[in-house]
């Protein structure tokens, strides 16, 4: 299993990952595009990245904007692996 991190490690990762915010046990990342179809476009990629490290975040496909929710249910809250997928996605969504 992974490990939960403490308050601090989720503070000093939060603070280097820009647009995501903490709701609970989750992090939240909502993604604006020009057109809905990018969202759709960026939705798949972040799912293909989620599949290769299987850890699969919720999303949530809106128009022009994709609202990604991550967290590691197996361990009860936030972990590397959620930090991980969330960058990815940050970097996704500039491609």
Known sequence: MTALLNEAQITSQLSDLPGWTREGTELV?????????D?????????????????????????????????????????ELDFALARRANELAGE
């Open 29 to 37: 990342g909502v993604f604006v595009f020009k057109q809905y179809l």
């Open 39 to 79: 969202g759709v476009a960026f939705a798949g990629r972040v799912g293909e990245a989620a599949e290769a490290a299987n850890h699969h975040p919720e999303m949530l496909i809106g128009w022009r904007k994709v609202t990604v929710r991550v967290s590691t249910h197996s361990a009860g809250g936030l972990t």
